[in-house]
């Protein structure tokens, strides 16, 4: 089994920063790639921000500027910098993990999610 930790999400005012970490752990071979989806209420989960391995970045084009990804591969943790929050940043984020298990086999797990609310 695979457990992803996820931690950082809150209340914050328009403008302000937030830091969301994801660890990984468990019966994991090589991690390919981690990344960050969110979804707001009524709308389909969308990816913000993806790296891999050799870290590579992905961002959505609506984050770009105001949000970074880091990924300590020691930890097996990510990190999403989130900076500049605007109230349409406000959705449950996702921590994913695409990675090869003991078995080699490619698997990918989801996160239980943690809340994001930029609000005045």
């Known amino acids: 089994q695979v457990q992803l930790v996820e931690s950082g999400g809150g209340l914050v005012q328009p403008g302000e920063s937030l830091r969301l970490s994801c660890a990984a752990s468990?019966?994991?071979?090589?991690?390919?790639?981690m990344g960050w989806y969110r979804q707001a209420p009524g709308k389909q989960r969308e990816l913000v921000a993806a790296?891999?391995?050799?870290?590579?970045?992905n961002y959505a084009d609506s984050v770009k500027g105001r949000f970074s990804i880091s990924r300590d591969n020691a930890k097996n943790t990510i990190y999403l910098q989130m900076n500049s929050l605007k109230p349409e940043d406000t959705a449950d984020y996702y921590c994913?993990?695409?990675?090869?298990?003991?078995?080699?086999?490619?698997?990918?797990?989801w996160g239980q999610g943690t809340q994001v609310t930029v609000s005045s």
């Open positions: 790296i891999t391995r050799d870290g590579s970045t």
């Open positions: 468990g019966i994991i071979f090589r991690i390919n790639a």
């Open positions: 994913n993990i695409e990675y090869i298990s003991t078995t080699l086999v490619r698997k990918d797990y």
